[in-house]
């Protein structure tokens, strides 16, 4: 069932495009995420699966299931490329970001006052927003568009079943999952990110295909 | 034409370029500063601005000029981003403008990052209702003391520590003895006074780490963290001896109550926070009993 709903969407060559132009994009933004945020990110190859959109909360959650309690920073993207993103952290990644990233003494300060279930879910959403940002970005920019950003939302330290609702999701909708790992070299820190799109962005995403494909025959 | 929005608007908007030079600078930047955008264009932002030249605020911009990101400074944890004085003479809240910001990317014709945006809205009315309306939830509006339901989540909390950590807590329930007379004779305003005068006083004994809360009419409750029985009576005896001797005008008329005060203690075999409420309501009751302007420890 799933194969022929998926050749329906991108043809397997389709597909083999997008794969390789993602693993440059991911390969070009953990260079540049290591300058940003002083610490080499590992992101993986990404995997690529067309799904129906109600099916993703329980593919989702397969993913996570390990890591029992989650945080979730989501944000919204569009452009011609359009879609939800989801980074799905595993437990305690808020607490090991904040001592990463707080070594400037003039960060501390502005945060001394501040509970730290806030700071977390701070450090959460910038850390969050750089990653989506930087992997969205990139493969904007590869594929000659240009995408802006919602604010991000996030969810701290949630049950992983709990974190996500069916309700959040469109029916009726065909989502194209981009699932990639990362972790962070230093520190414990790793997850999924989700990139998750729909019918809408599939004609400029074939034709933007086409396009960057033409550049090297 | 369109370029008048950018003076018009009711935001702030700074543009900077890669080496961090303002490149813009509009009005509302220029009225809640003070600065206007000739004297600072073209000049380094961090040698106007050098509290941002902190990590979060480098890494965030270079996220804007590698990746085209947008990045969020959300009032909650920054407060502002630029230290301008508040525009609202009546609220006295916040010593200066709360600020939600965000920074994002201005590109050329063929794409490419030329430019970053900062934008700053000022959201010191909302911040303000929001900490009314936090400050409305924890506290008893007679007495400006905390209410029960602050109480009681403070408790749970407790509870549930010490059940995990053990160590030891107090609760003094305290009640104005013959209240109702007081009521009865001077009059509901008079009893309000009396509320507050003696929550002000018992406020005024505990320590910073104690939490006082009117529990009911004419009712009171003390949470001592990391307090035994003997030291919480001591605090209750004194709590007890300073409101007997308080003397209170009212209208003219000295008017003088006293309370009576029931002890109770975290310990082995209280299995809830509402047991620990129910052991001191006891033994105040007992105080009740046994002639009040007393302090009995439970069982």
């Known amino acids: 069932m799933m194969e022929i709903h998926e050749n329906q969407i991108l043809t397997s060559e389709e597909g083999e495009i997008l794969q390789e132009i993602m693993n440059i994009a991911f390969g070009k933004s953990a260079a540049d995420l290591a300058d940003v945020i002083d610490t080499h990110v590992v992101l993986s190859i990404p995997f690529i699966k067309i799904m129906q959109v109600t099916e993703l909360p329980m593919y989702i959650r397969e993913h996570v299931k390990d890591y029992k309690k989650i945080s979730i920073v989501e944000q919204n993207f569009w452009g011609r490329f359009k879609g939800d993103a989801l980074l799905v952290f595993s437990s305690g990644s808020g607490k090991e970001l904040i001592a990463m990233l707080q070594h400037g003494p003039g960060e501390i300060s502005s945060f001394e006052s501040d509970p730290i279930d806030i700071l977390e879910r701070e450090t959460l959403m910038e850390v969050g927003n750089i990653l989506i940002g930087a992997c969205v970005g990139k493969l904007a920019e590869l594929l000659k568009d240009v995408v802006t950003y919602t604010p991000p939302m996030v969810v701290v330290e949630r049950y992983y079943t709990d974190a996500l609702s069916e309700r959040q999701f469109d029916v009726d909708k065909t989502a194209i999952v981009l699932k990639t790992d990362f972790s962070f070299t230093e520190g414990n820190v790793s997850g999924f990110l989700f990139l998750v799109t729909n019918n809408d962005s599939i004609k400029w995403l074939k034709e933007a295909l086409r396009i960057f494909i033409e550049q090297y025959e | ?299």
């Open chain 2, 1 to 299: 034409m369109f370029q008048q929005i950018f003076d018009a608007i009711n935001i702030g908007i700074v543009i900077l370029d890669k080496d961090m030079k303002v490149h813009g600078w509009n009005r509302w930047m220029e009225v809640h500063s003070g600065i206007a955008e000739h004297e600072i264009k073209g000049s380094s932002f961090f040698n106007t601005f050098p509290h941002l030249n902190n990590p979060k605020f480098v890494r965030s911009c270079k996220s804007v000029f590698s990746f085209g990101n947008f990045c969020f400074f959300s009032q909650k944890l920054h407060h502002h981003l630029f230290p301008f004085k508040t525009t609202s003479y009546a609220d006295f809240r916040f010593e200066f403008m709360q600020q939600s910001c965000a920074m994002g990317p201005l590109r050329d014709e063929n794409n490419e990052i030329k430019y970053l945006f900062i934008y700053v809205q000022d959201v010191t009315e909302v911040a303000a209702y929001e900490q009314k309306l936090l400050e409305i939830n924890m506290r008893d509006g007679l007495t400006g003391i905390y209410n029960r339901r602050f109480l009681e989540s403070k408790l749970s909390e407790e509870f549930n520590r010490h059940q995990r950590y053990g160590g030891v807590f107090s609760l003094v329930m305290l009640d104005i003895d013959f209240f109702k007379k007081v009521n009865d004779t001077h009059g509901h305003q008079c009893g309000d006074f009396i509320l507050k005068a003696v929550s002000s006083r018992v406020a005024s004994i505990i320590r910073n780490v104690d939490y006082l809360a009117r529990y009911g009419g004419e009712e009171f409750c003390c949470l001592l963290p990391e307090t035994g029985i003997p030291a919480a009576l001591t605090v209750a005896e004194r709590f007890r001896a300073a409101i007997e001797q308080q003397e209170t005008n009212y209208d003219g008329e000295i008017i003088k109550v006293t309370i009576s005060l029931g002890v109770s203690e975290f310990r082995k075999g209280i299995e809830s926070a509402e047991m620990m409420v129910k052991k001191a309501d006891e033994a105040l009751y007992r105080a009740k009993r046994e002639g009040r302007n007393k302090v009995v420890v439970m069982d």
